[in-house]
């Protein structure tokens, strides 16, 4: 709306301009083929104000202005130059970017609705995973092991057919070490449910969530080895102090090059 508004005043203006200069101008009415064209094209406001509306399409343009130029390049060309460039070219990248605003605008729209959505499924799926870990859970512990993981059989249970998929034996395994979050051993129901829902919601790949796991299980390695090697240090920089404490064995150089520890 706020597009064809300014479009229409900048066009009004023009036209404005036009019946000042163009419909007066000495040398365009006393040369015949000038004088025709501002007979035809500018005799009055609403005439020009559709003769301008050619220069948005882009409409037959040369026949209107080249004959006036001719005549009177001065007046003319800085007339139809600014006409031209304002109403052709900036009208145009207006109109582009309300075209890339709207786009914009139906994106966050679309993203917005796909949230609503996947909320609205960790709504229904929640209480789902919450009973289908109850059913696993035989003993009661509220702890599940990967040999509870590969009894259970979900498939008798119609009410828990929406999370079967999920909870199938073969896929915790492959992601076992990714939901227990507290590397305690055992799942618990919370790390269950709030592991596949993160899952789910980002609708992420069995495949990158075995990435995610190595790259995490790799973080945990690289920590290990730095808190190793920052003792080992310690201890070298220490020997009499820290070593002891520490329970590390010192490397030991030998005349063969090889390395054994102090205490072999």
């Known amino acids: 709306g706020s597009v064809l508004v300014m479009l229409f005043f900048s066009i009004y203006v023009f036209a404005c301009i036009g019946a000042e200069f163009l419909t007066r101008d000495d040398k365009l009415l006393h040369d015949s083929n000038t004088k025709a064209i501002i007979s035809e094209k500018f005799s009055s406001l609403p005439i020009i104000f559709a003769t301008l509306l050619q220069f948005v399409l ?13 005549v009177n390049p001065a007046l ?60 696993i859970d035989e ?66 790949s069995l495949e990158i969530a075995q990435i995610k796991q190595i790259a995490s299980q790799s973080q945990r390695s690289l920590k290990s080895v730095k808190v190793t090697l920052d003792k080992l240090v310690d201890a070298i920089r220490n020997p009499s102090n820290n070593a002891m404490e520490n329970n590390v064995r010192l490397p030991t150089v030998i005349s063969s090059g090889s390395f054994r520890t102090g205490n072999e």
Do not use: W
């Open 58 to 70: 882009v409409d037959g343009l040369a026949d209107i202005y080249m004959p006036l130029v001719m």
């Open 139 to 204: 003993d009661g512990s509220g702890e599940l092991g990967k040999a509870e993981f590969m009894k259970a059989d979900l498939s008798k249970r119609h009410d828990l057919a929406e999370v079967a998929e999920l909870l199938k034996p073969e896929t915790i395994i492959e992601l076992y070490d990714l939901l227990d979050t507290d590397e305690s051993g055992t799942i618990t129901e919370d790390e269950l449910i709030t592991g596949l829902m993160k899952l789910k919601l980002a609708e992420t």
């Open 76 to 135: 003319t060309v800085v007339y139809f130059g600014l006409l031209i460039c304002f109403l052709s070219i900036l009208m145009a990248n207006l109109v582009t970017a309300v075209l890339v605003d709207d786009a914009i605008q139906n994106s966050q729209n679309d993203e917005r609705m796909r949230r609503n959505e996947r909320k609205q499924m960790f709504e229904t799926m929640e209480p789902k995973l919450r009973k289908a870990f109850k059913y």
